[in-house]
């Protein structure tokens, strides 16, 4: 008897052929440290493999939450739709505009560095 998936079909719709990042992508994943987790639910989701857990020294708690490499997302948004279909709901997908504005950091067309430039006040 084969195990039935059916509630992952509205989860992840991926492309046919996964490919990295080739230009900067018109959103980007965003994790809500204060509303995640950590159950990792979404890692094996994402096509291109940019979501990893926050250094434990960064919290000192047992189960830390997870963060994006945000000059490897392509946008894609499977992770916020895992989150929010089978956790807590604690990745959004933001426009790189908003992004770059409140968190103070440029995201460029290349993979590095991982986490974007900051950007430094005039």
Not at 83 to 94: F, G, H, N, R, Y
Request: hydrophobic residues 35%; glycine residues 2%; charged residues 25%.
């Amino acid at each position: 008897m084969a195990a039935s998936y059916d509630h992952y079909k509205s989860i992840a719709n991926l492309p046919d052929k996964i490919s990295s990042k080739k230009k900067k992508p018109k959103l980007v994943a965003v994790v809500d440290e204060d509303n995640c987790t950590g159950c990792q639910a979404c890692v094996p989701f994402c096509p291109v493999d940019c979501i990893e857990p926050v250094p434990r020294d960064k919290y000192n708690i047992p189960i830390p939450p997870v963060q994006i490499r945000f000059n490897e997302c392509i946008g894609c948004s499977v992770c916020a739709r895992v989150c929010s279909k089978l956790t807590w709901d604690a990745i959004e997908m933001l426009p790189i505009a908003k992004f770059e504005q409140e968190y103070a950091i440029e995201l460029t067309d290349e993979k590095t560095p991982a986490y974007g430039i900051p950007k430094t006040a005039k």
